[in-house]
T-cell receptor, first 120, second 114 residues
Framework: NAGVMQNPRHLVRRRGQEARLRCSPMKGHSHVYWYRQLPEEGLKFMVYLQKENIIDESGMPKERFSAEFPKEGPSILRIQQVVRGDSAAYFC??????????????????FGPGTRLTVL | SQQGEEDPQALSIQEGENATMNCSYKTSINNLQWYRQNSGRGLVHLILIRSNEREKHSGRLRVTLDTSKKSSSLLITASRAADTASYFCARTHISGGSNYKLTFGKGTLLTVNP
């Protein structure tokens, strides 16, 4: 069972270009989460998606960032008109069930290897 | 803020020694998880402890949770050079009404010298 896959692993863009990051969840997982890790920082939650639905995008910057998880194909995190401050590692995670409000949930998120975005 | 802290920020030990890393947080949690990240790589889930649990073991790993002190510790016994990595604790918090939004600290960089 392949793990969470992300591509590309490394992405270099010039300021003003668009960056598209792809995430294929583990087989059987229909819930995807994106996190961003700035240099020497912990991961910060960005967005939670199910197939064709955005559940929580409270961690997404209001402008230039968007995410989707279509019925078919991988989840896409799209950054338009990139700036140097977007340089970071972007991690995708997936889970088999929705980690909804529960005191007893033991489900966890399985992380991909990340995409390292460098903006020149 | 729901941010917490891991300490120490960096820890260097000799192979065979035990390593203890701590994590503190500010608001009540649903559960707390520890992850490992090797340099430039993704995160590997190590262990999850629920808010009503006090201690869990997995191989050479031992995690404790003290909800009254809002802190957790990760103990790695008989460390190996391959344990060299950054270790993060991640929490899901009761406030905010979700069990999926992981809150990470900045991590502890563990170096195990052969």
């Amino acid at each position: 069972n392949a793990g969470v896959m992300q591509n590309p692993r490394h992405l270099v863009r010039r300021r003003g270009q668009e960056a598209r990051l792809r995430c294929s969840p583990m087989k059987g997982h229909s819930h995807v989460y994106w996190y961003r890790q700035l240099p020497e920082e912990g991961l910060k939650f960005m967005v939670y998606l199910q197939k064709e639905n955005i559940i929580d995008e409270s961690g997404m910057p209001k402008e230039r960032f968007s995410a989707e998880f279509p019925k078919e194909g991988p989840s896409i995190l799209r950054i338009q008109q990139v700036v140097r401050g977007d340089s970071a590692a972007y991690f995708c995670a997936s889970s088999p069930v929705g980690l909804v409000w529960s005191h007893s949930s033991t489900d966890t998120q399985y992380f991909g290897p990340g995409t390292r975005l460098t903006v020149l | 803020s729901q941010q917490g802290e891991e300490d120490p920020q960096a820890l260097s030990i000799q192979e065979g020694e035990n390593a203890t890393m701590n994590c503190s947080y500010k608001t009540s949690i649903n559960n707390l998880q520890w992850y490992r990240q090797n340099s430039g790589r993704g995160l590997v889930h190590l262990i999850l402890i629920r808010s009503n649990e006090r201690e869990k073991h997995s191989g050479r790993l031992r995690v404790t949770l003290d909800t009254s002190k809002k802190s957790s510790s990760l103990l790695i016994t008989a460390s190996r050079a391959a344990d060299t990595a950054s270790y993060f604790c991640a929490r899901t918090h009761i406030s905010g009404g979700s069990n999926y939004k992981l809150t990470f600290g900045k991590g502890t960089l563990l170096t195990v010298n052969p």
